[in-house]
């Protein structure tokens, strides 16, 4: 495995690690029913949380990676940000034609800060230049207005909407389909 590290302004971005901290990190993230109420999932106890980074770390492994579930940092919190306690999570999925599905999360303290749209710049940079991708997507639930303005920002293009694309708690929900091209990626200045 070559473990992925990426550094902003003010944040990094690195593989997880199976601690304790990294567990009670995911789970203030995925058990928060305030964090996880744009995402696809219920919220999550700690022993899923503690599931879920074994599996981020056998993804990691994996002899030709296809997923990238990654822990996002502040640079401010430690004196080495593999060391940092995770604020938030981002994730890559590639699938055909050089493409993949952009995914993020930060939690409530980190909120209107801007660190969503590091993490999305970090990741376009990722993407497109080290893995060589041509387009990333992006599917946000039609209420979630901070991502879309995050997307739009940096220059994500809007493709479409899903019709109840999501069932959560017995209520159908829209989402929102962005799209972002390679020669549309201006780099991480913009």
């Not at 990094?12 to 567990?23: C, K, L, N, Q, S």
């Not at 106890?45 to 030709?64: G, H, T, W």
């Not at 994730?91 to 930060?106: C, E, I, N, P």
């Not at 590091?118 to 901070?146: Q, S, Y």
Request: hydrophobic content about 40%.
């Amino acid at each position: 495995m070559v473990p992925v590290r990426l550094v902003g302004p003010r944040l990094a971005i690195r593989e997880y690690h199976h601690t304790d901290g990294d567990v009670d990190a995911l789970h203030a993230l995925f058990g928060d029913p305030e964090v996880t109420r744009h995402l696809p999932f219920e919220p999550c106890d700690r022993e899923s949380c503690a599931d879920q980074i074994e599996l981020y770390l056998e993804e990691a492994m994996a002899e030709e990676r296809d997923t990238y579930r990654l822990a996002v940092t502040r640079l401010a919190d430690a004196a080495d940000p593999r060391d940092a306690t995770p604020i938030g999570h981002a994730s890559l999925t590639l699938g055909k034609h050089r493409a993949a599905q952009l995914g993020y999360v930060l939690g409530r303290e980190s909120w209107g800060r801007g660190y969503a749209g590091e993490i999305v710049g970090l990741l376009c940079e990722f993407a497109f230049r080290t893995l060589d991708l041509h387009r990333l997507a992006a599917r946000v639930e039609v209420a979630n207005t901070a991502s879309v303005k995050v997307l739009t920002r940096l220059g994500f293009q809007w493709e479409g909407r899903v019709r109840h694309a999501r069932l959560k708690d017995g209520v159908w929900s829209d989402a929102y389909l962005y799209g972002l091209l390679v020669d549309e990626w201006p780099g991480p200045t913009g």
